[in-house]
């Protein structure tokens, strides 16, 4: 197992448009979390999954996100009709429940709506 | 409002000094943590703590929790270009369901 996998690690797209990124974690991490980054700011919670259940959604996370994990695996965040507030970095981290190990983080996936 | 304060923001030393960073909060926390983060990568953790009062040693990094569960510090010891990056605190208010992170501070340590 190499860690916890984001794709795409970047995408531009233009303002209107959906985007979808994916992530898989750490294969026995039952948690799975997705986080946003700003520049110059620390990671702000968006939605946690423990296996495919979602147990808790930010008020940041408008109705144009939507976040996913069928079968307790791999995850989906989608943006729909994507706004310019919506760049930045979008990292996902996966963990065991209680397990006070802390996250193990992607790489991100940077967007970028022009 | 960030949960967690973190000072300084920024911080360019020269290799071979010493430093500390702090996290604050008027929140008690159940853990806190630290990572450190490149540049257009996610953050790796360092430590975490848990016990007020209590303090962890990693190599040249010493971390610290409040008797109180409220902050912490981050000492380094003679930096090295390698310690270059951004630290993130982070706590768990509950049974480490969510961690709120504060905004980091950059260090830039100089050879």
């Known amino acids: 197992d190499t860690g916890v996998s984001q794709d795409p690690r970047h995408k531009i797209t233009k303002r209107g448009q959906n985007v979808t990124f994916r992530c898989d974690p750490i294969?026995?991490?039952?948690?799975l979390y997705w986080y946003r980054q700003t520049l110059g700011q620390g990671p702000e919670f968006l939605t946690y999954?423990?296996?495919?259940?979602?147990?808790?959604k930010s008020r940041l996370l408008s109705d144009r996100f939507s976040a996913e994990r069928p079968k307790g695996s791999f995850s989906t965040l989608e943006i729909q009709r994507t706004e310019q507030g919506d760049s930045a970095m979008y990292l996902c981290?996966?963990?065991?429940?209680?397990?006070?190990?802390?996250?193990?983080f992607g790489s991100g996936t940077r967007l970028t709506v022009v | 409002t960030q949960l967690l304060e973190q000072s300084p923001q920024f911080l360019s030393i020269q290799e071979g000094e010493n430093l500390t960073v702090y996290c604050n909060s008027s929140?008690?926390?159940?853990?806190l943590q630290w990572y450190r983060q490149e540049p257009g990568e996610g953050p790796v953790l360092l430590v975490t703590?848990?016990?007020?009062?209590e303090v962890k040693k990693l190599k040249r990094l010493t971390f610290q929790f409040g008797d109180a569960r409220k902050d912490s510090s981050l000492h380094i010891t003679a930096a090295q270009p390698g310690d270059t990056g951004l630290y993130l605190c982070a706590g768990a208010k509950d049974n480490f369901n969510k961690f709120y992170f504060g905004s980091g501070t950059k260090l830039n340590v100089k050879p």
């Open positions: 703590v848990v016990t007020g009062g």
């Open positions: 981290a996966s963990s065991l429940t209680g397990s006070g190990y802390g996250y193990t």
């Open positions: 929140s008690v926390f159940s853990s």
């Open positions: 999954f423990q296996n495919e259940a979602q147990l808790e």
């Open positions: 294969s026995e991490h039952n948690r």
